[in-house]
């Protein structure tokens, strides 16, 4: 199993751009969560999905948007990038509620 | 919602030495506490969790407490050793069905051990 897959693994935007972040996982898992990593800051949840076709806010939503047509995929769509989104940029999955999160290799974008 | 602080940030010991985390969260509907360990470059790999029910939980060196009614929990590392070396998260989940296993942070304490 390659497990959770993120491209890419480092992106530079400038302002104003629009990019998506791919995120697959091949472990079958409903649950599936976009972080962003700030220096300092812990992670930070930025949208979560429990399943094909369902997804919801987390913490830090605004400037976000994500899909799930598929169990595998949940990408994480940027809009109008800031450089408030300068962040490192972590897809995680888990196969059961409060079990362990597996994440991705994070995907490291900078907003110039 | 859930704030989760975590002391120290940075926390330098000698090989051998014992290391202590710890963590306070405010929501006390909180009912799962996992450590996450993440090295430089690399993703954030999970060390041990622990469930409210559950006072202590031990794997090798590693042990994690909660304490419930005071709301904190602590990680505990003994013999360290140099692979030890990395940034440490604590993280809180409360319970039910409708908080859909989402988990809120700690800050990071970065962790170095001096051979």
């Known amino acids: 199993n390659a497990g959770v897959t993120q491209t890419p693994k480092f992106r530079i935007l400038k302002i104003g751009q629009s990019m998506t972040l791919q995120c697959t996982q091949d472990?079958?898992?409903?649950?599936m969560y976009w972080y962003r990593q700030d220096p300092g800051m812990g992670l930070k949840l930025i949208y979560y999905?429990?399943?094909?076709?369902?997804?919801d806010k987390g913490e830090v939503p605004n400037g976000y948007n994500v899909s799930r047509s598929t169990t595998e995929d949940f990408p994480l769509r940027l809009e109008l990038a800031a450089p408030s989104q300068t962040s490192v940029y972590f897809c995680?999955?888990?196969?059961?509620?409060?079990?362990?999160?597996?994440f991705g290799e994070g995907s490291r974008l900078t907003v110039l | 919602g859930e704030n989760v602080e975590q002391h120290p940030s940075t926390l330098s010991v000698q090989e051998g030495d014992s290391a202590v985390i710890k963590c306070t969260y405010s929501d006390s509907a909180s009912n799962y506490f996992p450590w996450y360990k993440q090295e430089l470059g690399k993703r954030p790999q999970l060390i041990i969790d622990i469930r409210s029910n559950v006072g202590e939980k031990k794997d090798q060196r590693i042990a994690v407490t909660l304490n419930k009614t005071a709301k904190h929990f602590s990680l505990h590392i003994t013999e360290t050793q140099p692979e030890d070396s990395a940034v440490y998260f604590c993280a809180a989940s409360r319970g039910g069905c409708n908080s859909y296993g989402k988990l809120t942070f700690g800050q990071g304490t970065i962790l170095t051990v001096h051979p």
């Open positions: 472990m079958n898992h409903n649950y």
């Open positions: 999905s429990v399943g094909a076709g369902i997804t």
């Open positions: 995680a999955s888990s196969y059961r509620l409060y079990g362990e999160l597996f």
